[in-house]
């Protein structure tokens, strides 16, 4: 029986129609399209829209592994767990994209 894998680093995983991927350590998991693509625009530090914010992919930073991860499907892809700071900038972009969420 295979034992559980101690993660050391924060993680990052997300959903795409269904199907999943994550990123902790610097190392992709998951479904296989999703994984290659999150390293080749790793690889080539592709400029990802995430939830509105251009982000530059890459495998070694909580942002960067979460816009590769995001190359896949911008648009379906479904944030499922990643460290608060990740959620504190969508949320703080979020709130810059909906003026009627400014405080008067």
């Known amino acids: ?6 993660l ?4 990052i995983s997300v959903s795409i129609d269904g199907r999943g991927a994550a990123w902790c350590d610097g190392i ?5 399209e999703i994984v290659e693509m999150a390293r080749n625009a790793s ?8 939830m509105g914010i251009p982000i530059q992919a890459d495998s070694d930073s909580t942002t960067g592994a979460l816009a590769a991860l995001y ?5 379906r892809t479904i944030l499922i767990q990643a460290p608060d700071d990740i959620f504190d900038i969508l949320d703080h972009q979020a709130s810059l ?6 405080s008067a």
């Open 1 to 6: 029986m295979a034992r559980p894998v101690k």
């Open 43 to 50: 690889i080539f530090s592709l400029e990802v829209d995430v």
């Open 8 to 11: 050391s680093g924060e993680l």
């Open 71 to 75: 190359a896949y499907s911008p648009g």
């Open 97 to 102: 994209d909906e003026p009627e969420l400014w």
């Open 28 to 32: 992709f998991s998951g479904d296989e």
